[in-house]
């Protein structure tokens, strides 16, 4: 399996950006569960958001909620991030990735597949 992120780029804090991720090597990407993590410079990997072959969306933290959206185009295999109102502490490489059920909900597996998109936010 293998993933390609793409979409990130240099902005003010307050814009938009929309990230993609195009997987490939996996016949079954409907019937899977995806989602996003990211990684800032000199700190932990942090989960973002999971949504469900069935469309159930958990967030890792409510930090994002609200301000990040999920979305996936199972016919493309492509899974997509809508962020906005992004801050400077949202600057990271962000990673797509499959999610797993854990006791109280969906996380993202910190399984790097591809090379991330870096996503910087000036204040």
């Known amino acids: 399996i293998q993933t390609v992120e793409s979409g990130g780029d240099l902005v003010q804090a307050g814009g938009s950006l929309k990230l993609s991720c195009k997987v490939s090597?996996?016949?079954?990407?409907?019937?899977?569960?995806w989602g996003w993590y990211r990684q800032a410079a000199g700190k932990e990997r942090e989960g973002i958001v999971c949504?469900?072959?069935?469309?159930?969306?958990?967030y890792s933290s409510d930090s994002m909620k609200g301000r990040f959206t999920i979305s996936r185009d199972n016919a493309n295999h492509t899974v997509y991030l809508q962020m906005d109102n992004l801050k400077p502490e949202d600057t990271a490489v962000y990673y797509c990735?499959?999610?797993?059920?854990?006791?109280?909900?969906?996380?993202?597996?910190?399984?790097?597949r591809g090379p991330g998109t870096q996503v910087t936010v000036s204040s």
């Open positions: 990735t499959d999610c797993a059920w854990y006791s109280d909900g969906y996380y993202p597996e910190f399984n790097q």
């Open positions: 090597g996996l016949p079954r990407f409907k019937d899977l569960d």
């Open positions: 949504l469900t072959a069935t469309g159930t969306v958990t």
